[in-house]
């Protein structure tokens, strides 16, 4: 597999393990800059080392809408500011990751890469700024439908197969799976045209010959 393009790239599609396993990949890189944060924090002697992994499986955009949030570093310290720096720097990369491997399972099922804003954009960028929102009865309906679009894209993208066969936006990618499944099974050894039964004579002695040029 091309890997530049998996976690990258735009075009084409990925099936539902894919995205999986793209999930599953930054979430262990997070939990790995988790770490590296630790050691920082250690080395500047602003906290102490804390062997603790946390498996992130938001794709990091938490990280990335704290970075935006000028909330964030007023009530950090100096010494944690660098820290979240870099935990921004890290997040921009996995959020790229997940553009690329959510645009590309949105293809698979046949949908323009523009449904990300629906299905996540707005609703988690609404979820980190909840507290701000209208507490009011008017609201409720705008809360309903955020959730059920969250809900949506939860189904949409990690759980629902992918279209049959190519669509616009490429092949299949389980066409290859599909057509190593349907290939017929060797042609069996025919024992009857390969052995004949030889009668005795002088030489060489009777008994069962494979045939020349079998």
């Known amino acids: 597999m091309d890997w530049s393009w998996y976690l990258f790239r735009f075009d084409g599609r990925i099936n539902r393990a894919l995205l999986w396993q793209a999930l599953l990949i930054v979430a262990v890189l997070v939990a790995l800059l988790g770490v590296i944060s630790q050691v920082i924090h250690l080395i500047s002697a602003t906290g102490s080392l804390k062997f603790s992994l946390k498996l992130d499986f938001d ?3 938490d990280d990335l809408f704290k ?3 000028p909330r964030t570093y007023r009530l950090q310290a100096s010494g944690d500011r660098a820290t979240l720096v870099l935990s921004a720097l890290g997040a921009m990369l996995f959020f790229w990751i997940y553009l690329a491997t959510a645009i590309k399972r949105l293809h698979d099922r046949d949908r323009s890469g523009w449904w990300i804003v629906p299905f996540f ?15 009011a009865n008017w609201f409720l309906p705008f809360d309903w439908a955020i959730h059920a679009l969250w809900l949506w894209g939860i189904v949409e993208m990690f759980f629902l197969r992918g279209t049959s066969g190519s669509n616009r936006f490429g ?5 290859e799976i599909q057509l190593a499944s349907d290939r017929s099974p060797a042609k069996s050894w025919d024992q009857q045209r390969e052995i004949e039964f030889v009668p005795p004579s002088a030489s060489p002695p009777g008994g069962m010959h494979v045939k020349r040029g079998a």
Request: glycine share 4%; aromatic share 24%.
């Open 67 to 69: 970075a935006a949030d």
């Open 171 to 175: 092949p299949d990618p389980l066409a």
């Open 121 to 135: 954009f707005v609703p988690r960028l609404l979820f980190h700024f909840w507290e701000w929102l209208p507490d």
């Open 59 to 61: 794709f990091g955009l």
